[in-house]
């Protein structure tokens, strides 16, 4: 593995400009034997920094991120950070999965950067590359120290996830609502249990995710739903989209935002080659729909965002409807990729 290029990016630029490498001897690989960690690997780092400029941000929705890990055991076939365990010389498949790594400094980083007199105060995107509430989480425990130092500087912060472990912080994230911007943002891009298992096989299911909306609503946090990803020919249809808007809406969503699966490079070989496995009879309409590179399209995108917004309206999501903004990280407008600029940083946790 590189560990001299343990970047979030190889053409990262941080805070300080210094690259953000990790000293080779800072690194401690583990293996735990119980059953929700059987199979993966933790190699815990000690990074030289964790605020991250995003390169390129004019054209992302948010500049500035934290990402506590690399790899993520919640597997979806379909994710696009993929590509950045290549970075490190490991494997974008399985790899990508059970190899993990663990920035264990992460909580005293963000605290001494947001000290910083350099630092100043812009908001701050979570879950942006990987899932920050990934099962690692519950051992490794960064996110409490994390978001307490961004409630100590009252530092305006989102999080995107798929996990139910951000109830935990519940308090902390309700503390720092007080005192700052807090947005929270669940992924959910279809409700079929079959779908579900196969192509996002270590996340919590729909269902819990929703149950997460519903609380962060019921404790005053609003939070709203990334439809993501919606997967052609698989959950496009018109009463798969109705059943998870209704979903969505019953969860007390503030917002529901849909993004049409992408696949780019990391990304699309793996989900391919688990399409090829799992419906073979679709291969041929995805290669050409998705002949001409990562992005369905437009006129594809334009029906799926024009039948969810649709459905968001007959059911009463969305800011026309609750005076609620839409929160996506770093407020990002809720506008599909329509000319295949998308946050090429969110992963469609
Ligand atoms: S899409 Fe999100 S939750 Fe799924 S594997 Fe990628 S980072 Fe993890």
């Known amino acids: 593995m590189r560990w001299d290029n343990l970047t979030d990016n190889p053409a990262k630029t941080t805070k300080d400009g210094d690259g953000a490498l990790f000293a080779a ?19 815990e780092v000690r990074a030289r920094s964790i605020v991250n400029r995003v390169p390129g941000a ?38 990508f999965d059970s190899q993990i790594v663990v920035k264990i400094n992460a909580p005293e980083l963000v605290r001494r950067e947001l000290a910083s007199s350099r ?25 409490p120290g994390i978001l307490t130092a961004l409630r100590d500087h009252a530092n305006p912060f989102s999080i995107l996830t798929k996990g139910t472990l951000i109830l935990r912080d519940l308090e902390l994230l309700r ?49 709203g739903v990334l439809m993501a990803p ?18 969505i809406a019953a969860a007390g969503a503030t917002s529901v935002t849909p993004l049409v699966l992408h696949l780019r490079p990391g990304a699309r070989e793996w ?24 992005y369905a399209p437009t006129w594809y995108q334009r029906r799926v965002t024009r039948h969810v917004h649709e459905l968001a309206t007959e059911y009463g999501i969305g800011p026309s409807h609750r005076g609620t903004p839409r929160t996506l990280p770093g407020g990002v407008e809720p506008q599909p990729p329509l ?11």
């Open 271 to 294: 989900f391919m080659e688990w399409l090829g496995l799992h419906h073979p009879e679709l291969v041929g309409r995805y290669e050409r729909l998705y002949a001409d590179g990562a």
């Open 119 to 143: 630092w100043h105060g812009a908001h701050i995107a979570m879950g942006t590359n990987v899932d920050c509430y990934q099962r690692a989480e519950g051992r490794y425990r960064l996110m």
């Open 175 to 223: 503390q720092a609502a007080e005192v700052t911007e807090v947005g929270v943002s669940v992924s959910v891009g279809f409700i079929d249990p079959e779908l579900w298992r196969t192509v996002e096989p270590g996340t919590p299911s729909p269902e819990r995710r929703l149950d997460v909306v519903r609380t962060l609503s019921e404790h005053g946090i609003g939070c």
């Open 25 to 43: 001897d800072a690194v401690t690989t583990r293996t735990f034997d119980t059953p929700e960690f059987r199979g993966i690997t933790f190699h």
């Open 230 to 247: 919606v997967i052609p020919f698989l959950g496009d249809r018109p009463d798969q989209l109705r059943a998870t808007v209704r979903a």
């Open 58 to 95: 004019s054209r992302m929705p948010f500049e500035w991120t934290v990402n506590p890990y690399r790899g993520c055991s919640h597997a979806c076939v379909y994710c696009f950070a993929r590509k950045t365990h290549s970075y490190l010389d490991l494997d974008t498949g399985l790899g």
């Open 339 to 349: 000319d295949g600029s998308a946050p090429s940083q969110l992963t469609l946790l």
